[in-house]
């Protein structure tokens, strides 16, 4: 299995720049997750999906984030304009289930600066 | 709600010696334990889990982890660290039937071990 798949894997953008992420889960897994990571803040979550139905997007800092899943092997997250707070790296992650127990399958990230 | 703390920022250990790294979690319920590694540039990967059952749990790269319901701690232990095993460790917990189905991941630990 070739694992999760972002793409890309480095953005650099100018403030006011659309930003579009892109992510294929594990083929099987019903559930995807899109994370945040910065030094300040750590990893934070910012939606989950669950059989590609939105299910907590309560992490999404402000109205210029968006996330779809059109299906079950592709989801993006869009920024829409970038900010220099902005600046991350961006995580999707899937699992096979719902239920707490499972542990997520991250991918390799897309390091976002915005200049 | 359910929370998880990492108490060190850092553990420095010698190349050979035993490593442990901290864990205490918060939690209403019957908890559901994770671990996960992040080498630099790449996504966290799942080392190991406590669902339930036997208290020590063995996971990946000779790694282990110990429930203790009384100290409500998931200690990361390895028996000789290696070099290799340098990277950020991160905990994390979610709620068994009913609860969250979202971990809920600490601030890491950065392990250091030395030549």
């Known amino acids: 299995d070739a694992g999760v798949i972002q793409s890309p894997r480095h953005e650099v953008t100018e403030m006011g720049q659309e930003v579009t992420l892109r992510c294929k889960p594990i083929?099987?897994?019903?559930?995807l997750f899109w994370y945040r990571q910065t030094m300040m803040r750590g990893l934070e979550l910012l939606i989950y999906?669950?059989?590609?139905?939105?299910?907590?997007d309560s992490g999404m800092p402000e109205d210029r984030f968006s996330a779809k899943m059109p299906n079950a092997s592709f989801s993006t997250l869009k920024i829409q304009p970038s900010e220099p707070r902005d600046s991350a790296v961006y995580f999707c992650?899937?699992?096979?289930?719902?239920?707490?127990?499972?542990?997520?399958?991250f991918g390799p990230g897309t390091r976002l600066t915005v200049t | 709600a359910q929370s998880v703390a990492q108490p060190e920022d850092q553990v420095n250990v010698a190349e050979g010696n035993p490593l442990t790294v901290k864990c205490t979690y918060s939690?209403?319920?019957?908890?559901?334990l994770f671990w996960y590694v992040q080498y630099p540039n790449r996504g966290l990967q799942f080392l190991l889990k406590?669902?339930?059952?036997?208290?020590l749990v063995k996971g990946s790269y000779g790694f282990e982890a110990e429930f203790n319901k009384s100290q409500t701690s998931f200690h990361l232990k390895k028996p000789s660290a290696l070099v290799s095993d340098s990277a950020l460790y991160f905990c994390?917990?979610?709620?068994?039937?009913?609860?969250?189905?979202?971990?809920?991941f600490g601030r890491g630990t950065s392990l250091i071990v030395h030549p």
């Open positions: 994390a917990v979610s709620f068994a039937s009913g609860g969250s189905y979202i971990p809920t």
């Open positions: 406590y669902i339930t059952g036997d208290n």
């Open positions: 992650a899937s699992s096979s289930g719902t239920l707490s127990s499972y542990e997520q399958y």
């Open positions: 939690v209403s319920g019957n908890p559901y």
């Open positions: 083929s099987g897994h019903n559930s």
């Open positions: 999906f669950n059989n590609n139905v939105p299910i907590d």
